[in-house]
């Protein structure tokens, strides 16, 4: 994570401070996209901050269902498979762990 970024807590909730915008997690996490673990809500946390396009925004690869932003993001090419990696469709396609992703 880069060092302007900071994991903060406010009222007890941790919100992500990117320096220039605050994203509250808890908002995030209550979209309308099905969530299954904390490790989809980071990696679409990552893609919103590289992309600056919000979640609900993000489309859809109709065959796979799988998230279209690589083409809108300047990541190497390891970011981009891990993020991919968290935020697949099929959540038993994703890391199962922090460690595994790291």
């Excluded at 900071?6 to 915008?21: S, V």
């Excluded at 299954?36 to 919000?54: C, M, P």
């Amino acid at each position: 994570m880069p060092e302007a970024w900071r994991l903060k807590l406010k009222h007890g909730q941790p919100i992500l401070d990117f320096g220039f915008w605050i994203l509250d997690y808890s908002t995030l996490k209550s979209l309308t996209r099905l969530w299954k673990s904390d490790i989809y809500a980071v990696g679409i946390i990552a893609i919103q901050a590289l992309t600056g396009i919000l979640p609900t925004q993000l489309q859809d690869n109709p065959e796979t269902g799988e998230i279209i932003w690589p083409n809108q993001a300047q990541a190497s090419p390891r970011l981009v498979t891990i993020l991919q990696k968290m935020v697949r469709y099929h959540y038993r396609d994703r890391y199962q762990s922090v460690t595994n992703s790291i």
